[in-house]
DNA sequence: ACTCAACGTTTACATTTGTCAACTCAAAAA
DNA sequence: TTTTTGAGTTGACAAATGTAAACGTTGAGT
């Protein structure tokens, strides 16, 4: 991966990058003066750390710039859904296959959700409850090693 | 933080040390040799690799080490759900408060979920409905900014 | 025209993470 | 007893991340 290379790396949002991601995805599109003073009301960062932080994220194709003025402006180059779509996926992949339901059980408990969030999630389950599956098997260890599995 | 801590650093776990941490769980306990073999049939890391990622993991306050003879037995410090919840509240809380509901939908959608997992989580979602806000602001400005959050 | 303030660019540096090779020791094998 | 081997320990190193100072350029104000 060269320097020239534009390639989007969606699946690798450091936790600094997100903070400022959030704020570009909300704000649609801001020039780094804002986004530094907006990011400077969350967190002490120095103006030098949040123009590194942009840079980055224009490198790894996650920002878009426009020369306007002497000024930049900065657009998302990704989709904040898809971005969030991307990450979260990434993380259950880490996950023993056999305890995902239950760490989204605990998360949605513990997550404030709106009305409609609840009903869009109730119509996706009662859809997928269709055609899910008894069991979901544990797929900690190595392919056919699942007979040595001692999930509980 | 001096090397002589034994703080527990769940909320820090790395994908490499994931995927030994899996073994770990499922297994409940195991020695080094077969933590490497077993690590070996799902990546290609040497066992140099491998052990210095289960000393970090020692470090870290995530495994246990209990000497056998000459070996070590490995058996995890934290519970393996607790960890999960930890890590997927962490990444949530990088998401717009006003699209994790979407996201979960997302996430849910994509996931393989056992009869008795969406069981589950229709039960915490009927629940949760009740007293769920009919709408959830998004946060991804400082304090006192909502105003200017363009979130559609 | 001169100076300063505002922006972007370069450098820098300590940590953390991914990856290993080399080294030490004692148990096991020859 | 000498050798081999399996386990754990050290030292290394590059890349990624968090943080930031210093520097260069140019438009705006004096």
Same mark, same amino acid.
């Given at each position: 991966m060269d320097s020239t290379s534009t390639q989007t790396k969606i699946d690798d949002i450091t936790p600094a990058e997100w903070e400022l991601m959030r704020i570009v995805w909300t704000k649609g599109s801001v020039?780094?003066?804002e986004l530094i003073s !907006?990011?400077?009301?969350?967190?002490d960062w120095s103006d030098s750390t949040i123009k590194t932080l942009l840079r980055?994220?224009?490198?790894?194709?996650? !920002?878009?710039t426009e020369k306007e003025d002497r000024k930049f402006k900065y657009t998302a180059a990704v989709e904040e859904i898809k971005a969030m779509d991307v990450t979260a996926r990434q993380l259950f992949d880490h996950l023993c296959a056999m305890k995902r339901g239950q760490t989204l059980v605990n998360l949605i408990d513990h997550l404030e959700l709106s009305q409609s969030d609840i009903e869009s999630l109730q119509a996706v389950l009662t859809e997928k409850k269709k055609t899910a599956p008894e069991t979901v098997k544990c797929d900690c260890l190595p392919e056919g090693m699942d007979e040595t599995c001692d999930c509980n």
């Open positions: 020039y780094s003066r !907006l990011m400077q009301q969350k967190r980055r994220l224009v490198q790894k194709g996650l !920002l878009n």
